[in-house]
């Protein structure tokens, strides 16, 4: 049976969107090319500017109308200027309703985009798969008892080995369709992966497994380490409520998860230290550890000290709090422990013999890029035609409320019978402004002349209205007369003149003729 999303598809000819948003999406930073061809398939318009500094071509963007910027890090330093007027307002003036930035990460200031009306988006799945390929990848040289073996199609042992013999730094780019069968690169069901990586599961059988941070990086390794499959998992992320998922057990601190854990596996959000000494004090001697978070995550010296009196037994660590050309300023170590600085202690960690070191290379896989600049096009697109939001930095997810405009009859989903035009409210405000809604409502009567307008309450999902600082709210509404753009431009400046406002917009879904 369709899902109400493929009946609205179906029973709907458009969307229409007042004001009539630009179909131009601008690219930035080195996309990869397979996102302007998919832009072109869903009926946008490509704007090439990836020959240009980010900078430049953000500043490029005043002269034209665009709906959308894509780039990757190199785009996060032109986002972040702090001038007046800003540059997120001067993007809205032309135009831009979202900016996606490529990848897991984000440098720009997604506040003050949301406060100036830009929404910020990110791409994180092509990185999260590619950072759980990678920690399989390193676990695999840390577990299996065959060298040679789990050697072969590993990246990460090359990398390994050209960081502690040729001082390498910088990333490895490598390619997930070329890398060991047992780590299950494709991702599949884990009984539809081959047996090699139906294998692996059996090295942490019954071991517990303690992970440390459930965001979309830490799910992705729950969902699709083939290690993780039969062993017993214990997550601890703040976020997360107390109980037990469908193959893990949510503990209710992060020293329960912890204590006489076998595995440890980060994953937590920002660079803040979670494992220091009396963290590592806690889990069983000679465990494992694998930190491809931020190297800040983790004390350097405590662990270089657990590794030496075997409280840890191997570590795999993608990222330090020294990286890249950080490096040199520490290679000469002081003779004097207390004479290190961090960074110190991460060179000692690089050239351990029982580390697995690479060099931020969990985010430098070649698939990603393509997989980033499908879902960055999709994500502006999905914004861009039906005010959509999926992982935006500051705003909550938001979907179209498709169930306010079909209904089941006999098994089957239909158009409502509607006798007044139904449309889509959607704006962006503080919802922590005090009657923001009373407010919203009252203004809207303005254009109606004093007539309340009908808000569709029936077949909406569940959202986050009040009491965030930023919210997205998408309200279907009926409106007494149909076909009206004088009207719904009215409409819109009397929702923007109510304090708290950042922009709203108006959807009007068409029926298909029968």
Request: aromatic share 6%; charged share 25%; net charge neutral.
């Amino acid at each position: 049976m369709m899902n109400i999303q493929q009946a609205f598809d179906r029973a709907y000819d458009r969307v229409d969107v007042y004001p009539n948003p630009p179909r131009h999406v601008a690219f930035t930073d080195r996309v990869d090319p397979s996102g302007m061809r998919l832009t072109e398939e869903l009926g946008l318009i490509p704007v090439d500017l990836l020959k240009m500094d980010p900078a430049e071509a953000i500043s490029q963007l005043e002269g034209l109308r665009v709906s959308a910027v894509l780039g990757r890090g190199g785009m996060d330093a032109a986002l972040r200027k702090k001038i007046d007027p800003s540059v997120f307002w001067r993007l809205r003036e032309s135009g831009v309703l979202t900016a996606v930035r490529l990848g897991n990460g984000v440098g720009m200031d997604s506040q003050e985009g949301f406060d100036n009306g830009v929404i910020v988006e990110r791409t994180p799945n092509g990185n999260a798969q590619a950072v759980r390929i990678w920690q399989d990848l390193m676990l695999l040289l840390m577990l299996h008892p065959d060298g040679a073996y789990a050697s072969r199609d590993n990246p990460a042992a090359e990398d390994n080995r050209m960081t502690k013999e040729d001082g390498r730094v910088d990333p490895l780019q490598w390619d997930r369709t070329k890398v060991h069968s047992a780590v299950n690169p494709a991702s599949l069901p884990f009984e539809e992966a081959g047996q090699e990586a139906q294998a692996t599961a059996e090295f942490l059988r019954g071991k517990k497994v303690a992970v440390i941070g459930a965001g979309i990086i830490g799910r992705e390794v729950i969902q699709k380490s083939p290690f993780l499959r039969h062993a017993n998992v214990v997550v601890y992320d703040p976020f997360l409520a107390s109980g037990n998922g469908e193959s893990f057990t949510v503990a209710k601190t992060k020293e329960e998860a912890l204590q006489n854990a076998d595995v440890v596996i980060l994953h937590p959000a920002g660079d803040q230290e979670v494992i220091g000494y009396e963290e590592l004090r806690m889990v069983k001697r000679e465990a494992i550890f694998c930190n491809l978070a931020r190297g800040g995550c983790v004390n350097p010296r405590a662990l270089y000290r657990a590794l030496e009196n075997r409280q840890i037994s191997k570590a795999g660590l993608d990222v330090q709090v020294a990286e890249k050309k950080e490096v040199a300023q520490y290679l000469d170590v002081p003779s004097g422990p207390d004479d290190r600085q961090p960074g110190h202690w991460a060179v000692l960690l690089r050239g351990h013999s029982q580390v697995i070191a690479t060099n931020h290379s969990g985010a430098s896989e070649i698939q990603a890029e393509r997989i980033n600049a499908e879902d960055g096009v999709r994500a502006a697109h999905r914004l861009i035609m039906r005010g959509e939001i999926i992982n935006a930095i500051a705003a909550p997810d938001t979907q179209f409320p498709y169930g306010a405009f079909v209904e089941e009859r006999e098994g089957a989903f239909a158009p409502k019978n509607l006798t007044d035009q139904r449309v889509v409210l959607q704006w962006m405000h503080d919802g922590a402004v005090a009657d923001i809604i009373v407010d919203f409502r009252i203004a809207l009567r303005g254009p109606l002349g004093g007539a309340k307008l009908n808000q569709v309450s029936a077949n909406m999902q569940a959202r986050e209205v009040g009491g965030r600082r930023n919210t997205v709210d998408l309200s279907p509404y009926d409106l007494p007369i149909t076909g009206d753009r004088k009207l719904l431009e009215e409409i819109i400046r009397a929702a923007e003149s109510v304090r708290g406002v950042r922009r709203a917009r108006v959807l009007v879904p068409h029926r298909k003729a029968a």
